[in-house]
């Protein structure tokens, strides 16, 4: 595969650009006060895999219900905590330093768009520039991304096809020139196969044996780059 006949490299953000292992214990830790608040989210998002709303108005109130039943709250308190608490949280706990960004990302995108492609991050998250700037990736870095996008954003949580095809169509790129780089072969994975993209899986904490996908370690990807193909 060779990174020359991508147009576009889509990158999913946590667990790829950096490692979030334990990121969960590390939310709860950090606010126990907060702790179903927190766990309500986690448990929201893994019922809603997959979801499309064709809307944020219609996800964030599918969202905000389902999680406040978790929580014991009501879906406007719910709201209010998460929009107002609960992203203050998550980038503090970024901002600890624990969670950095992979080696050499700024090198990986100057490779990339020396190669004519255009790159973005997109994640199931909101607010994806002020956590890449916690996690150490420079505003120089940033502004090699030509995009950066979210899914709840769009109406919908990956690997729902929509959000791919969405991004691909701000960046101005046919799905089939579009590469995926993510951790997740349930989510990034699936979410790019049915979206017609290529995929390629960071080695994390799955079970690799019956992947039909290319997988690699950050630095054989990062390497394969500086190289021109991967």
């Keep these: 595969m060779n990174v020359k006949k991508f147009k576009a490299v889509i990158f999913d953000f946590d667990g790829t650009l950096y ?19 927190i766990r309500a989210d986690r448990i929201a998002r ?26 014991h709250v009501s879906s406007q308190k719910y709201k209010k905590w998460y929009e107002e608490r609960y992203q203050k949280i998550f980038l ?18 100057s490779a990339l768009c020396e190669s004519g492609a255009k790159i973005a991050i997109f994640s199931d998250y909101k607010n994806v520039r002020e956590r890449m700037l916690e ?21 919908c949580l990956k690997p729902a096809p929509r959000g791919f095809l969405q991004v691909a169509g701000n960046l101005g790129v ?6 995926v780089v993510g951790d997740r072969a349930d989510t990034d994975g699936q979410g790019a196969l ?32 500086f190289l021109g193909a991967i």
């Design 19 to 37: 490692d979030n292992s334990g990121i969960g214990k590390a939310l709860v830790f950090s606010a126990p006060l907060d702790m179903f608040k």
């Design 174 to 179: 046919a799905p089939k020139q579009c590469l």
């Design 46 to 71: 893994k019922r809603l895999w997959g979801c499309d709303e064709n809307s944020q108005e219609k996800f964030d109130e599918i969202f905000f219900e389902r999680a406040s039943k978790f929580a």
């Design 194 to 225: 049915h979206a017609g993209m290529s995929f390629v899986q960071i080695k994390a904490h799955e079970n690799y044996d019956s992947a039909t996908h290319e997988i690699l370690s950050w630095s054989e990807f990062a390497n394969l780059c």
């Design 135 to 155: 996690i150490g990736i420079s505003e120089k870095s940033m502004e090699l991304c030509a995009g950066f996008f979210s899914a709840p954003e769009f109406g």
């Design 92 to 109: 503090n706990v970024l901002k600890k330093k624990r969670f950095r960004a992979r080696p050499n990302v700024e090198k990986v995108f």
